[in-house]
């Protein structure tokens, strides 16, 4: 549903500060490929190309309006044609692009219990449980992330965790035509200083954690945290579910209390009863050949609530994960009992600690291409593993060099047998990027293998009943980038092939 013409002009130019024209306009986008007859095309300041050069390209396709950005307040509101295409200079489009959109869209975040999860890991994780979860209670989800779009019986691909600003908002208003109930979505930190979800209006934001990445955006960590909590404090409507099993979690809710009067914190982990009134609390784990076994404890303030389960998850920071998503559903009509018997349905998300097993052997495909998340992946399979620990992995060419030697050590550290293989070598030796990773591992301790599944029908060859392979690094892609091109290679479809065939 879209809001009329004349009442969407009329709310446009309130928002904007500045008179627009009164053209029929039947889709907005702020990318000129998508400019159809009659669409409004935004023209905003990109990282490194103004959306203003594509101008004469969206007139040419017919659009009947093109807002262009500007920094500059005294060309505000200024006017010109391109052929018979008005065109208006905006002073902050870029940040007021996604409320314009949500004024187009007919306000759709309104209509939906808006779930936002940001956070260096876990973020695509915990919105799949969130829709998972819905799901198992009746609720009717959509997700928006990493993965791409999905509700009803509708999957797209985007290409990124957060679209931009009006897409946003258009996702949002399909998912309102499909009856959705719940939406879930993944918020990047450059999602929010680019003002992606501006417009949205959230009932729940997540944490999930922070650590090292984005650093060549961001510069420092310090900049890296402000614009994950700025998402926060530009958002006290919202209530905020909080991990504090992190260093930052913790500094996120000290910081909410000194900015906002009565910040609405749901408090999430082992030691939440300590942070807020408002907790989802661990009391109690045990690991098991292919789970938990866990107790929880929610309280809201007034009464508490327990409950025990068994949670099919690979990996504890997952149990973080889960806890966060439990938390983002929990309400006067849904109890932690029922979010715990739904829990021990979850299916495992595609290449995220995603286990295979077959004759007693686990072959767990994950993400993890970075060093903390090597390690937790590997620490998460060891607390399962009832024998030898096996990973392969390699690391991505043309990418963070640095990371490469700190994941061989932490590989050597934390399993018993290393097999080393491609990634996505890109243009990079792969040889050179083989060097970087044994820097300094000594050399009895891996193997080398370049054909990934080679690699990975060595491992499993090899293993024993008890035994984890963790193959880490390609998760839920489906191509490998080589120096000529990329090749189509689905690792979950191979190793669910590799089982398949030893049944």
């Given amino acids: 549903m879209l809001t009329s013409g004349s009442q969407f002009i009329e709310l446009a130019e309130q928002l904007l500060g500045c008179d627009l024209v009164d053209v029929k306009i039947d889709t907005m986008t702020c990318h000129s490929q998508q400019v159809t007859q009659n669409s409004c095309f935004l023209a905003l300041a990109g990282h490194q190309v103004h959306g203003s ?20 307040q005294e060309f505000h509101g200024q006017k010109s044609l391109i052929g018979n295409t008005v065109c208006i200079l905006v002073c902050g489009l870029n940040e007021l692009a996604g409320e314009l959109a949500d004024i187009f869209y007919a306000q759709p975040s309104m209509q939906l219990s808006l779930v936002g999860v940001t956070g260096t890991n876990g973020k ?17 989800p959509a997700y928006m992330g990493t993965l791409g779009v999905k509700y009803k019986n ?41 003002y992606r979800v501006n417009g949205c209006q959230f009932d729940r934001l997540a944490f999930t954690n922070l650590s090292h990445d984005h650093l060549d955006y961001h510069q420092t960590m310090e900049a890296y945290f402000a614009a994950k909590a700025s998402l926060f404090l530009q958002n006290p409507q919202a209530c905020h579910l909080i991990n504090t099993d992190h260093e930052y979690g913790r500094t996120l809710i000290r910081l909410l209390k000194t900015k906002q009067t009565t910040p609405d914190v749901l408090a999430v982990g082992r030691t939440a009863s300590n942070y807020a009134d408002k907790y989802l609390k661990l009391v109690s784990v045990s690991a098991l050949a292919k789970g938990f076994k866990v107790t929880l404890e929610y309280g809201d303030g007034k009464t508490v609530e327990k409950a025990q389960g068994y949670l099919p998850l690979i990996g504890e920071f997952n149990i973080e994960n889960l806890l966060i998503a439990m938390a983002s559903l929990l309400s006067p009509t849904i109890s932690l009992q029922q979010l715990i018997q739904a829990a021990e349905k979850l299916i495992p998300i595609a290449g995220r600690m995603e ?22 992946a590997l620490r998460a399979c060891r607390s399962h593993c009832q024998a030898k620990l096996w990973v392969v992995f390699g690391c991505g060419g043309d990418r963070d060099k640095n990371k490469r030697a700190e994941m061989g050590t932490i590989a050597q550290e934390l399993a018993d047998k290393i097999i080393l293989t491609n990634d996505n070598p890109r243009s990079e030796s792969q040889a050179h990027i083989i060097n970087d990773i044994t820097r300094n591992m000594t050399q009895n301790t891996y193997q080398i293998e370049l054909d990934r599944k080679q690699a990975i029908r060595f491992a499993y060859q090899n293993a024993k009943a008890g035994d984890y392979i963790l193959i880490a690094g390609k998760g839920h892609e489906t191509y490998q980038e080589f120096a000529d091109g990329n ?17």
């Fill in 53 to 72: 050069v594509y101008n004469q390209d969206a007139a040419d396709k017919g659009a009947s309006l093109i807002l262009c950005d500007t920094a500059e």
């Fill in 124 to 140: 695509t994780s915990v919105c799949e449980m969130i829709y998972q979860l819905a799901q198992q209670l009746n609720i009717r």
């Fill in 154 to 194: 509708t999957s797209i691909q985007t290409g990124l965790t957060t679209p931009d600003a009006v897409s946003v908002q258009g996702y949002l208003a399909n998912f309102v035509q499909a009856d959705c109930e719940l939406a879930a979505i993944e918020v990047s930190s450059h999602a929010v200083v680019q």
């Fill in 355 to 376: 286990n295979f097993s077959v004759n007693g052997i686990n072959l767990v495909v994950d993400f993890a291409h970075t060093p903390d998340g090597l390690a937790q």
């Fill in 487 to 503: 090749i189509d290679y689905n690792e979950r479809a191979f190793v669910a092939e590799l089982i398949q065939g030893a049944a």
